[in-house]
C-alpha cells in the first residue's frame, strides 16, 4: 500500500499516450535497472484523438467576446471532424422528440439517459446534426461508448455544463459551438524488464499496463497491477531460474491493447 500510494501520488494520470505516460515508462525503466534487469523501452506509434486543441470550444460572439472552452470527453467510436454550428437542445433525442425537427447544420445538445448513447447519436444524425453533445443526467462528467462508429462527431460532457448551456438557450441566446475531434500519430513505448535464465528453458512472461484513462487516480486501473510487478520484481531479483524472467509494462492499454499487441507482433 506505501508503494501504491506513492505511486499514484507521483504518477497518475498518465493517459495513453501522453507525456505523462513516457515520464511514468521511463520511472518504471529505471525501476527495474535499479534491481539489476536489463531494462529497456520499446518505442512504437498509435493514431489517437489529438490533444492539440479542445474538444469543444465555444466561439466568441458579441455577448461573449472570449472564446470558452468546454471541457469535454469524445465518445469511443465517435466519429471525427472539425464543426462550428448553432446549438439545438433535443431533450433525450427520443424518436417522438425529434419528429419534424430539422437539425440540418446544426449541433444537438442531449440529455443523457434511458435510451443509447448510440440510438441518441444516430437519431440527431439522422435528422442533420453536424455533431452531438451529450450531458450527464447526475452531477460530474462521463465517457460514454458508442456500439457503432457514427458519422459525426460525438462528445460528452457534466450534467454541470450541459444545463448553464441550456440556460442560455432558453433565454432566447443563440449559442454556437464548435466540436473538434481529430486523429494524430503519437509515440508511446513498453517497458521490457529481463532476466535471462540460466538453462535456457524459454521465458515467463509477467505483465501489466501501466497507463490510464484520463482525468483518474487509476488507484486500481491500474496502478495496482503495476505495484504488483515491481514489487515481485523486487521479490525475485536474487533468485536464479533456468528460464528467462521479463516483466513488461504495456503502454495505450486503455484505448486498444496497442502496446500488448505490438509486443506480441513484434
Do not use: C, W
Request: charged fraction near 20%.
Amino acid at each position: 500500500m506505501e508503494y501504491l500510494t506513492s505511486f499514484i501520488d507521483e504518477y497518475s494520470p498518465r493517459p495513453s499516450g501522453s507525456p505523462e505516460e513516457l515520464v511514468t515508462a521511463e520511472f518504471l525503466r529505471d525501476e527495474m535497472a535499479a534491481l539489476g534487469y536489463e531494462a529497456v523501452l520499446q518505442d512504437f506509434t498509435v493514431e489517437l484523438l489529438s490533444r492539440d486543441f479542445p474538444f469543444l470550444t465555444l466561439p466568441e460572439t458579441d455577448t461573449s467576446p472570449e472564446e470558452l472552452e468546454i471541457r469535454a470527453q469524445p465518445m469511443s467510436n465517435t466519429g471525427l471532424g472539425d464543426a462550428t454550428a448553432p446549438l439545438v437542445f433535443v431533450q433525450m433525442a427520443f424518436e417522438e422528440e425529434l419528429e419534424g425537427v430539422d437539425l440540418t447544420g446544426s449541433i444537438a445538445l442531449i440529455e443523457r439517459g434511458l435510451i443509447t448513447f448510440q440510438e441518441k447519436v444516430s437519431q440527431v444524425t439522422e435528422a442533420g446534426a453536424v455533431g452531438a453533445i451529450v450531458f450527464n443526467n447526475t452531477p460530474g462528467g462521463f465517457t460514454g461508448a458508442l456500439s457503432e462508429l457514427s458519422a459525426i462527431p460525438a462528445i460528452s460532457i457534466t450534467q454541470e455544463d450541459g444545463l448553464d448551456l441550456l440556460a442560455r438557450l432558453d433565454s432566447g441566446e443563440e449559442v454556437p459551438a464548435r466540436i473538434r475531434v481529430q486523429l494524430e500519430i503519437v509515440p508511446s513505448q513498453n517497458v521490457v524488464a529481463e532476466k535471462a535464465g540460466t538453462a535456457g528453458k524459454g521465458v515467463v512472461i509477467l505483465g501489466a499496463h501501466y497507463d490510464t484513462v484520463e482525468d483518474t487516480q487509476a488507484a486500481n486501473d491500474n496502478s495496482t497491477g503495476i505495484t504488483s510487478l515491481i514489487l515481485m520484481a523486487k521479490e525475485l531479483q536474487d533468485t536464479e531460474f533456468p528460464y528467462t524472467l521479463k516483466f513488461v509494462f504495456f503502454g495505450v492499454e486503455e484505448i486498444g491493447l496497442f502496446g500488448s499487441r505490438h509486443y506480441v507482433s513484434s
